[in-house]
Structure formats: C-alpha cells, structure tokens
C-alpha cells in the first residue's frame, strides 16, 4: 500500500500563488496515477488534475484549466500541484490520490488511496 501525505496549504490573496506536494511512502509514487480533488463543506469532492506515471500525460478541470499546473517528482516519491492566479472559489480542502495506472481518470472511485487533506483558503 502507499500513504500519501499533503502539504503546502495556507491562507493567500486572491492573484497569490501556493505549490502544493503530496509525498508517498510505502510503495513508490511512480507505481500510480496520481490525482488532485478538491472539496468544500457540503459539497462532494470535485476533480481538480491528474498526471500520468511518466509524468508526461495529464489532464485538468476546465475551472483550473490555463492556471493550475500537475507535475510529479518520482525519484523523490512526490507529486505536486502549482496553483497561479488563485480565485476565492478555490478554497477548498485539497487532496492528492493515487491510482492505478492507465487512463487519467477523474472520478473518486479510480482512486484507492488518499491522503489526508491540506486546507487551501483564498481571500478575496
């Protein structure tokens, strides 16, 4: 099994920017898919990036789309999620998981393990 564990969440401005990281342990990173989701109170988990094991594939949701950014570190067991421009509507509780590999998929269901949450809060 692998663990994952986020970071790098905060409070910003609107315009700011945040880097979040999601680092594994347990198994190595580059073994999955690794996909963000987001959740607000009340709402479900909404996909929010997924990049492929290589690194070299990756998909977005068209509300991050042009200002989010995915990449991964696999020697380093680590997957992170660059945030520009960050909107009020961002906030969120940001989750990394990870998948088995294949098609980036975006539902929650495709993924088997994830970690615990980082709040991300955006004043506007």
């Known amino acids: 099994q692998v663990q994952l564990v986020e970071s790098g969440g905060g409070l910003v401005q609107a315009g700011d920017s945040l880097r979040l990281s999601c680092v594994a342990s347990?198994?190595?990173?580059?073994?999955?898919?690794v996909g963000w989701f987001r959740q607000v109170p009340g709402k479900e988990r909404e996909f929010v990036a997924a990049?492929?094991?290589?690194?070299?594939?990756?998909t977005y949701a068209d509300s991050v789309k042009g200002r989010f950014t995915v990449n991964r570190d696999n020697p380093k067991n680590t997957a992170y999620l660059q945030m520009n421009s960050l909107k009020f509507e961002d906030t969120a509780v940001y989750y990394c998981?990870?998948?088995?590999?294949?098609?980036?998929?975006?539902?929650?269901?495709?993924?088997?393990?994830w970690g615990q949450g980082t709040q991300v809060t955006v004043s506007s």
């Open positions: 998981a990870a998948g088995p590999i294949g098609v980036l998929r975006t539902t929650t269901s495709a993924y088997g393990y």
């Open positions: 347990g198994r190595t990173l580059s073994s999955y898919v």
């Open positions: 990049i492929g094991w290589s690194g070299r594939s990756s």
